[in-house]
Each structure stands twice: as structure tokens, then as C-alpha cells.
């Protein structure tokens, strides 16, 4: 029996069945992936859009056994000079504002949440309007403000509060906002919904609306944020700024953190005790954060993110020409979908067989978030083998 195999069964036997895991996987280092029968693969998910900088970067390796040998955990009664620090980058590179931190992206979200209700709170204003495909998480607060049944379902009475419009529309926006509006909430590039980017008509409407009705816009760019898309933030894309916006995902490059970012006036909201998180903002995980940060400035991962998406995009396209089943590819960025006409995890699972893992977003749209730093060896023989298992599923029938 393979080790994969073992693992696989006491996996099985023992943690909840909320995944549906296919390989095993035991070490990685830059886009490189192995398993423990001796089989490696080019990573192509990235950990879903969290190794931004790689599997295992040499800073942020360093950055978090330095700081597992100095001080681990203090708790938020006392000062921590890293997340001063992390806060202070952020807000420099974003909204010259403050931060709040969680350890997810569903916890950054909730911490938006509760800013966005207690400013509203004085006017009797609670409700959140978000898009219809969006993914906001999966606790209860944040299941409810995702535009997505099968992520709701079985799960009433959600929370009340959340009311849903269509992405892109913004005449459906509009028509959405009521006495009790208090936010509008949107994701740059919609993520588990299916790769999707925001139109530049529909992120500047809505920051006008915001500001005509007095409300606020918030983004979500748990996904798309930190170089993802070849900018820092998905929204700076825009000629636009959002009151809040979350990250996650990618920020501790691989260590577990989010965080709420905010404009200085809306920060000001929360005072002591109204929101808090035991782990939020440690000083390990800020110091893997400040590490990535840093590891993305100092190699231009950002420009590498526009640069390879651009040749990654453009060597897909091929592919729409070349097969009827594979109908477009869109994306910003390294955050790229290519929508086929059947199951985009029939090609997901071929391309795994050829050696490349990717994964699919909704049904149709198969998603690649290489590292930013991806090199070009790596896009061209990812390429060659979407290639065979394009072939392989489509090639003449
Ligand atoms: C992944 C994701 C979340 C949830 O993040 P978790 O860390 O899984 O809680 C929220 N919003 C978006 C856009 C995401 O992609």
C-alpha cells in the first residue's frame, strides 16, 4: 500500500468528511509540490491563493522560526511591536487608516461585518447589500452575506441583515438600497464564484452610490488581495477607495491571519471591547506576514503577478481557439479562470493525472493562482500539460 494510501484511509476515518481530498501532499518549495510516493507537481493552486510568494520562502521560513524562539503568543493585553508594525505596512500601502486582526478570512469578514453595523447602529441602519456568486465565508454572518444557496442551505435560521444583488449590474445595486442599507460589499475579482472580474463602470458606480446615500463600500479581497491581481488590492484597479476591506488568504503566506483594514474616521468606531480575537494579530503570525510583504517587494512579485498572468492568459486562449468544450478564459492578473462547457473538475482531476494541480471555482470554471513568482519554465510546462489533458478529455472524439 502506498503511503498516500495510508495516509488517505486514517484520514478518512478520522477527520470530518467536509473536503473530499484527492492528493496527499508533504512538501513543497516554490511552485513545487511532492507527495510522499516520490510523485511532485507543478502547484497550481497554491494552497487556494495563499503561497503568493511560494511554498516555504526562505524569509518567511526564517521570519517564523525566529519568532517561535522569541515570543510566540502574547495575547492583545499587551503591545506587540509586529502587528504595529504589520498594521502601519498595510495601511501605508491601502488607506492610511488603522487595521483589526483575525486568523481567517470568514473572521475578517464577521470583524467588517460588526465595524459596518456599529456605525450604522446610531441610525437604525444594519443591512449589507452583497452580489449574487460572491463567497464571504462560512460562519453564519458571513454564509448569509454569501450570494450562494448551496453554501446556505440546511444551515437556518441564518442571520438577518444581508440582502443580495446581481455582480456587475448596478441598476440591481440601486435598486437594492433601502432606509436600512448601512454597506455594500464586493469582491474586486469574484473568487469561488467563478474568477469573475469586476467591471470598472460597476466598482465606480458603486463608490458613488456609497457616498450619494451615505453608506459604506466595503471589499472583500481575502482572495484577490496581495498582488494577486498584479496591484496590491484588486480595487486599486479602480479609480475608487473602499471605506474597509479585508484580507486573508495570502497574507501570512501560508501562516493563518486575516485582516480588516479601514479608513481612519470608520476605524474609530470600534473602542475597547467591542470586538476582539484571543490569536488576532500575534506576534508570529504578523512577523510571517511582514516576511511576505517584504518577499513581494523585494522581488516585484506584483509585476511578475501582471506579467506571467498576461502570457499564462494568452497561452489559454489558445485553447478556447483549439476546443469547442473550453469557451473563454478571464481573470486579472495570476488569478485566472478558463470556463469550460462541462465539469470543470473532469479537467481538474486530468490535469492532476499529467502532473498539475489546479482546482475549479463554481462548476464550470477550472482556476489557476500560481505563486506570483511563478517562472516561466513553470507556466510553459503547466501549459503543455492543460495541453494533454485538454486533449486527452476534448481531442477528436
Ligand atoms: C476564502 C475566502 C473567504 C473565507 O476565508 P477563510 O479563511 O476560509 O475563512 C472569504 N472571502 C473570499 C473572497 C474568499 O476567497
Known amino acids: 500500500m502506498s503511503k498516500s494510501k495510508d495516509i488517505a484511509e486514517l484520514f478518512n476515518q478520522y477527520v470530518m468528511n467536509t473536503y473530499a481530498p484527492t492528493a496527499t501532499l508533504t512538501s513543497g518549495h516554490d511552485c513545487k509540490v511532492r507527495d510522499p510516493d516520490g510523485m511532485t507537481y507543478l502547484d497550481f493552486t497554491a494552497g487556494i491563493a495563499v503561497l503568493n510568494v511560494g511554498h516555504c520562502h526562505p524569509k518567511v521560513v526564517e521570519a517564523i522560526q525566529g519568532q517561535a524562539a522569541t515570543l510566540c503568543h502574547c495575547s492583545n493585553l499587551f503591545y506587540n511591536a509586529n502587528q504595529a508594525l504589520l498594521a502601519q505596512k498595510l495601511s501605508k500601502l491601502s488607506l492610511n487608516g488603522k487595521c483589526f486582526f483575525a486568523n481567517s478570512g470568514a473572521e ?24 449574487r456568486n460572491s463567497f ?33 449590474n448596478l441598476e440591481s445595486v440601486k435598486a437594492a438600497v433601502n432606509e436600512r442599507t448601512v454597506a455594500i460589499m464586493v469582491e474586486a475579482v469574484q473568487g469561488e464564484g467563478g474568477i469573475t472580474p469586476a467591471e470598472p463602470d460597476f466598482m465606480v458606480g458603486i463608490r458613488k452610490l456609497c457616498d450619494a446615500k451615505g453608506l459604506l463600500m466595503l471589499c472583500d479581497e481575502v482572495q484577490c488581495g496581495m498582488g494577486r491581481t498584479g496591484k496590491w488590492f484588486g480595487w486599486q484597479h479602480f479609480p475608487i477607495k473602499p471605506d474597509a476591506f479585508t484580507l486573508a488568504k495570502a497574507l501570512g ?6 485582516a480588516l ?15 476582539a480575537s484571543t490569536f488576532g494579530g500575534n506576534p508570529l503570525a504578523c512577523a510571517a506576514a511582514l516576511a511576505v510583504i517584504e518577499a513581494i517587494e523585494e522581488e516585484a512579485m506584483i509585476r511578475s503577478a501582471e506579467e506571467s498572468g498576461r502570457l499564462f492568459m494568452d497561452g ?35 490535469c492532476r493525472e499529467m502532473g498539475l494541480l489546479c482546482c475549479a471555482a463554481g462548476e464550470h470554471v477550472v482556476r489557476f493562482v500560481p505563486p506570483l513568482n511563478v517562472k516561466e519554465s513553470d507556466l510553459e510546462e503547466a501549459m503543455e500539460m492543460i495541453g494533454d489533458a485538454l486533449d486527452q478529455l476534448f481531442g477528436d472524439e
Open 253 to 258: 503566506g501560508g501562516y493563518p491571519i486575516g
Open 316 to 350: 489559454l486562449n489558445a485553447f478556447v481557439d483549439k476546443y469547442d468544450q473550453v469557451l473563454t478564459v478571464r481573470g486579472l492578473g495570476l488569478m485566472i479562470g478558463m470556463v469550460v462547457e462541462g465539469s470543470a473538475r473532469e479537467v481538474v482531476d486530468a
Open 136 to 168: 464571504h465565508g462560512r460562519t453564519l454572518a458571513t454564509a448569509a452575506a454569501t450570494g450562494q444557496a448551496k453554501i446556505q442551505e440546511g444551515f437556518d435560521p441564518l442571520p438577518v441583515g444581508f440582502t443580495h444583488a446581481e455582480f456587475n
Open 108 to 131: 475578517a469578514n464577521e470583524a467588517m461585518i460588526k465595524l459596518a453595523r456599529l456605525w450604522g447602529s446610531g441610525t437604525g441602519k444594519f443591512e449589507i447589500i452583497t452580489m
Open 261 to 275: 483594514v479601514a479608513t481612519n474616521d470608520l476605524s474609530d468606531t470600534f473602542t475597547p471591547g467591542k470586538h
